[in-house]
């Protein structure tokens, strides 16, 4: 089979298209022909080598799919062959087949494309651990997000719109400020042309957000905690501000981490505020419920809460491009390579 190789730790280029073996299922997992393959940040930070748990290269990077069972191991019972899925891998999912426990796998409705299906499953997963389960938005509060046109971005407006709250968004562009009003945010600040800090001060007044959902970190997340009401909750969970929209740079990471300064656990009393971080590719032991999750969150695709958006699409010999304009912040919604061009291909 084919596959991207990250023979290295490093940019883009280290990723080649070579011939490898097709991997075996192992115990409990299935071998799924890959459709279109979900570009996510992660596999960006993992290329580079700083992703919790990555491989020595060379490796296959990429966590997320959609496709069709190809086979089953010992023990794997939840799919017949050929069944259409969509999932979650730690890694290997830049390749024309990728095994993968069962467990993270799930049934792509009759309704959803595989395209569509490969667009889904990390971005919604995040926005309702981290909007719904750590940041218990509830209808009438007020939401700020970042990065509202990202793939996680938004699928977090639809959510929270879902929830009932007042959603207030961040965007690097004009064009992405449409795409997050499209999705339903009622206030698109960018960022680039006014501070969005002094915007949200401005629109709410002395009380506060409710709920802060933070992807980039640094200098954003001072202005977005000292936003925060009483009872108010702030979700970290990714650091994009690190990347410098071009390479990893070590200093430029620590000058990041300096710039989110310490948030100190006893002035966490007083001020009635609460801090949460989360990885969902790091939640051990939370299988069960990782799969109830899933059940709720296709339930809410197939309501079309969820509506996931392709704004970029390459073929599988562009991948080295498609991570390029990922990491350098160039892409809306998400980015989904075509490893085939069609279903039935
Ligand atoms: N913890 C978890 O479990 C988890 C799961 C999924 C994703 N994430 C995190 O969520 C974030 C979004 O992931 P995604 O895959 O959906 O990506 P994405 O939002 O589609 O793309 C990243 C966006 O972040 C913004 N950005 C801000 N600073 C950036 C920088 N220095 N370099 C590049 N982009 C920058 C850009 O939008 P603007 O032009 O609007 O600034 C860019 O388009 C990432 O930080 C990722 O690590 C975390």
Redesign the pocket.
Known sequence: MLAAVAEKYGGPDVLKIKSVAVPEPGDRQVLVRVHAIG????DI?GRWGVYPGIPKPPFIPGIEFSGTVAARGAGATRFAEGERVMGYSRVGSHAEYVSVDERMVGAVPPSVSLDTAAAFP??S??AF??LRTLGNLQSGERVLI????????TASIQLAKHLGATVLA????EE?RRLAEEQGADFVIN?RREDFSKVVRRMIGSSGLDLVFD??GGPVFRKGWSLLSVMGRYVL?????????GRLNRLRALRVYAQMGVVLPGILISSNKAIFG????TLTGKEQYLADTGSRIVDLLKQQVFRPVIGNRFRFDQIVTAHTE??????????VVMVREAEDD
């Open positions: 570009l996510n940040f992660a930070i990390v971005a997963m995040t651990h981290g970042h990065a509202g046109a990202g793939g996680v971005g961040t965007v690097g562009t992405k960022y992807s980039v969970f990714g650091l994009s501000s690190v990347s410098g929209r989360f990885n969902i590719g990922l990491q350098a912040g160039r892409t809306m919604g998400k980015v």
